[in-house]
């Protein structure tokens, strides 16, 4: 005789620690969005580090804005989110 089939895995719970990503997600989609020495004291990583978890954003298909303020400072923001 058969055996019937196994049942279904539960879902994972979700993590309920922030990740670095979303992190940095939620400073880049404030209104004022967010300078790099605020990214990098977030997530404990290196400028270079940061701007290479841009430009991944970026090839995911976010829109991330980058201007300078009166100073001089590069501002990255999330567009749309």
């Known amino acids: ?3 019937p089939p ?3 895995a539960a879902p994972l719970p979700a993590a309920s620690r922030q990740t670095r990503k979303a992190t940095l997600i939620a400073l ?4 004022e ?7 990098t004291a977030a997530t404990a990583w290196q400028s270079h580090s940061v701007r ?16 300078r303020d009166e100073g001089g400072t590069a501002r990255y923001q999330l567009q749309g989110a």
Do not use: C, D, M, N
């Not at 880049?28 to 209104?31: A, N, T, W």
């Not at 969005?33 to 990214?39: I, K, T």
């Open 1 to 3: 005789s058969k055996a």
């Open 6 to 8: 196994p049942a279904p």
């Open 28 to 31: 880049l989609s404030r209104p």
């Open 33 to 39: 969005g967010a300078v790099l020495s605020e990214l």
């Open 52 to 67: 290479a978890a841009i430009t991944h954003f970026r090839q995911a298909g976010f829109v991330v804005t980058r201007t």
